[in-house]
């Protein structure tokens, strides 16, 4: 079965601080594989401590994936990740330890993906530039990857996340100042190394931060990451 964009979003708050934060409301399927990435920002930023889903009901925890990137001096980011959550029409709900004055979920659900093993290695970057990319992700011919940015501009301007290398699938900022904003993206591989990025117009960024997922197709986890490292070798 073929991995496919189910759902998503991008949802936050600015200056309003506070030590949590709900995605908007999203109808996740049965067998889905859901990827959110925290972003938040504040004079004295702090790690996310947790994500879960529906917090109301089924209150399941995500794993984080990879690192927390700090970026910008002032910004903190972070992908986390659930196999197989409860079928539901709800939120996800990130937590930190202080108080954070702006706080955004960006939220990539799907289907068709191995639920022993989703993906292969995330590709973490950060720069400050006006071009976010992953760098090279090892792929393999035809594998969806998906690529999660999100940015700080303490100048408080909007910007626009122009030319995606895949299909865009959604971007937002904080309401209010958007001072953090998000999107991202997917894309079927047609090689052994993908980059996926954008251009960023509107304004010069301080910092942004790039999470590459290459996904694996259900009941083929085992024989993608091998494709894998043949291509890798």
Known sequence: MASAYSTGGVSGIADSGATTQDSGSLVVPSGAVAYVLIESSDGSPADCTGVVWDPAGANQALTQVG????????GKASLWRIISPTAATSVFRATWGSNQGERLLSVWVGTGIDSG??????????????????????TTVGQRVVAMASHLYTGGTGVSYD?????????????????????????AATGTSTT???????????????????LNDAGAGGASILRQMMAHN
Do not use: C, K
Request: cysteine-free; aromatic content about 8%; glycine content about 14%.
């Open 117 to 138: 093993t989703p993906n292969g290695t995330v590709v973490q970057a950060t720069a400050a530039t006006n071009s976010p990319s992953t760098g090279a992700i090892t």
């Open 67 to 74: 690192t927390t990137i700090d970026h910008g001096t002032y």
């Open 163 to 187: 030319s995606p290398t895949g299909t865009e699938r959604h971007e937002g900022a904080t309401s209010g100042t958007p001072y953090d904003g998000a999107a991202s993206q997917d894309f």
């Open 196 to 214: 996926l990025g954008w251009t960023v117009s509107g304004a010069t960024l301080n910092s942004w931060t790039m999470f590459g997922i290459p």
